[in-house]
C-alpha cells in the first residue's frame, strides 16, 4: 500500500511562508518520484511541483518558479515544499502524490490559504 499524509497547511498572509511535509509509509520511498499537488475550489487539480527519487531533479510549475522548493529526505521517507511569497492565487487543498514502482498513491491533503 502506497501511503502518504500531508501535514504543514493554515493560513497566512500574503507574502509569508509555509513548509509542507509529506510523510511516506508502505513503499520504497527511495525508490519512487514524488510530486506535489494542488486544487482550488471549482479548478483543476495541478502540478505544482516534482522531484525524482534521488532527488536530483525537480521540476515546478511556472505559477510557482523561484518561490516554491521541492526536497527529500529519504532517510526520513519525508518530501517538503517550502512555500515562499505566497499569494492569494497560492489558496487550494495541496496533495502529496508518489509514484512507487508498482503503484499511485495519493495523501488526504492538506490545505493552505493565503489571505489578508
Known amino acids: 500500500q502506497v501511503h502518504v499524509v500531508e501535514s504543514g497547511g493554515g493560513l497566512v498572509q500574503p507574502g509569508g511562508s509555509l513548509r509542507l511535509s509529506c510523510a511516506a509509509s508502505?513503499?520504497?520511498?527511495?525508490?519512487?518520484?514524488m510530486s506535489w499537488y494542488r486544487q482550488a475550489p471549482g479548478k483543476e487539480r495541478e502540478l505544482v511541483a516534482r522531484?525524482?527519487?534521488?532527488?536530483?531533479?525537480?521540476n515546478y510549475a511556472d505559477s510557482v518558479k523561484g518561490r516554491f522548493t521541492i526536497s527529500r529526505d529519504n532517510a526520513k521517507n519525508t518530501v517538503y515544499l517550502q512555500m515562499n511569497g505566497l499569494k492569494p492565487e497560492d489558496t487550494a487543498v495541496y496533495y502529496c502524490?508518489?509514484?512507487?514502482?508498482?503503484?499511485?498513491?495519493w495523501g488526504q491533503g492538506t490545505q493552505v490559504t493565503v489571505s489578508s
Open positions: 502524490k508518489a509514484v512507487s514502482p508498482l503503484a499511485i498513491g
Open positions: 522531484i525524482s527519487p534521488g532527488g536530483g531533479l525537480t
Open positions: 508502505g513503499f520504497s520511498f527511495s525508490s519512487s518520484d
